[in-house]
DNA sequence: GAAGATTGATCCCTCAATCTTG
DNA sequence: CAAGATTGAGGGATCAATCTTC
C-alpha cells in the first residue's frame, strides 16, 4: 500500500473491475436519463409502478414492495407519495394489520406503466442484451446473484421478487382517483 | 404489452436482467455505505483521489480526470472544491493553455487515499472477487466492456481510464515514457 | 464558434427520529 | 420490545446558464 494504491489486485483483476466500476457509474445513469426524457418519470419510479402492475389487484404492502424494488421502506414512501400527487398510486389501510398500509396502482397509474413499459424494456434490451451473446446472458445473471447474495447475504432471493406477470390486467375495480 | 409489461424479455432474460438490476441498486449503495463509514469520504471522492495518486506528480487536468472516473467535469469540480475545502486537493492554473485546469493532491490527500486503499480493495475483492471464480472474473471484465460500449459509443476505453500504478509516489517532476 | 471549467437551482436519496400497532 | 411506516433535515447529483480562453 505504500507503493500502489490498488496493490491488492492483479492486473488483470484491475481492468476487470475498472470495467464494472464504469458500468456502476454509466448504466444506472443512462437508463435514468432514458426514462426522464421518453416518459418524465425516474427510474425508481418506473420500478415501482411496473411491479405493482404485476401483483394480484395491482396492490402491495409497502413492506414487501421495498423488497421487490431492492429499496428501503424509507425511500419507497417519500417516492410513493410523488407518485400519489401525481395521481398514480393511492394507499389503503390494511384492514388485517393496523401497521401495515397498502400501495395501489390507480388507472392513470397503469396506463403510464403501460406505455412506458414497451420503451424501458427495448432500451434494456438495446443496452444491456443486445450486446452479448446468449451465454453471456446466463453468465451475467449468475454472476450478479452471486455477488448480490455477497453484498445482502440476508436478503430475499432474486427469483422471489420477481413480479409474476399472471394478474396483469386482473380485476377492474374501482377506476378514478378523487382529486380532480 | 397489453397483457404482459415486461412482455419484450424472455422468462430467461426477465430473471437474468432482474438479478442485474438490483446489484446495480445494491453494490453501489454498499461501497458508498463502506467508505463513508470506513474512512468518511465518498465512493466518487475515494475514486477522484485514488485516480490522482497514480498520476504522474499526482496532477490531472479536470478534463482528463472527468474522463478517468467516468464522470462529469460539472461533476467532478463540485467535487473537487469539497475536496480543496478539506485540504487534500489544490487547483492549478495550466500555464500552457488558459482554459484548462490542474487538479492536483496533496500531502495530506495522499496519506487519506493510501489508508483508505486498503480498506476499499479489501471490500472490493470480499464482495465482487471472491464469490466469483477466475473464469467469471474474465467473464465479468468481458461484459462490462461490452455493455459500456453500447452505454457510451464514443466514451473512451476503459484500458485508457486505468490510472498506470509505476508513477505512485513519484518526487521530482520527471516525463515518464509508457511501458510498451 | 468550440472547448475547458464553474456555479447554482432543483430534485432526489439517506438516515435518524418518531409514531402506531402487534 | 419488535415491526411497519412516515417525516424532515442535510448532503450530493444533475443540468442549464455562464464565463473565459483558444
Redesign the interface.
Known sequence: ?????????SA?????????????????A?LETHMQREVGISHFEY?VL?GL??MPRHTQRMRDLADN???TVSRLSNVVSRLEKRGWVRREPDPDDGRSTFAVLTATGLAT??AA??RH??E?????????TKA?????????????????PD?PR??D??PT?HQ??QTPEIEEPVHG
Do not use: K, N
Open positions: 500500500m505504500d507503493r500502489e494504491v490498488d496493490a491488492r489486485l488483470e483483476e484491475l481492468q476487470d473491475w475498472y470495467a464494472f466500476a464504469f458500468l456502476l457509474l454509466r448504466l444506472p443512462a420500478l411496473a402492475s404485476m424494488t431492492a429499496s406503466v403501460e413499459a414497451p424494456t427495448a434494456v434490451r438495446r443496452l444491456v442484451f443486445d450486446p452479448l453471456q446472458h446466463r453468465q451475467l445473471g449468475t454472476i450478479a446473484t452471486r455477488i448480490l447474495r455477497a453484498v445482502v436478503g432474486v427469483e421478487c420477481i406477470p396483469h390486467r
